[in-house]
Structure formats: structure tokens, C-alpha cells
């Protein structure tokens, strides 16, 4: 009658997006434009992993969004001083 299944889903999306949103920092130099950015980024993006094989999906999903907000930020970050830099 009743079904039992997992109470949460596994947040594939979250982290396909947020490892996506890391990697695009990482070419946009941001290890060395943007380090506290890039290093909060790529502290969240492991803990959502490490969170992710433990099953612990509440809170990968969690890592996996703060993960991409602060490589976007790390991302944008960059790109604007390397941009800045070049009109000098």
C-alpha cells in the first residue's frame, strides 16, 4: 500500500551545475584573480561531493549551491579584472 523510497533525490542537476560552474572559474584564472572566491568555491564544491557519497543529500545539494554561487562570483570576478587590466 504504502511505498517506501528514499525521502530526498539525489541532486545530479545541483552538482552537474555547480562542478560546471567550477571548472568555468578555473579557466578563467580565478586561483589567481579571485583566490577567496575561487577557495570558498572549490571548499563548498568538495564538500558537496564528499556529502554526495555518503548519501548525506540534503546537504550536498546545499554544498552544491553555494558551490556554484561563489564560482560565479569567482568567475565574474576575474573575467572583470582581467578585463580591467587589458584597458590599462
Known sequence: MGACGLATTRPKLEMSLAASAFMAAKAEKAVT??????RKAEF?????RSS?????FNKAKEYALLSQHY?????YSAVRKSTLEDMK
Open 71 to 75: 564560482s560565479e562570483k569567482a568567475e
Open 44 to 48: 563548498y564544491f568538495l564538500k558537496a
Open 33 to 38: 584573480l579571485a583566490p577567496n572566491l575561487y
Open 52 to 56: 554526495y557519497r555518503r548519501k548525506y
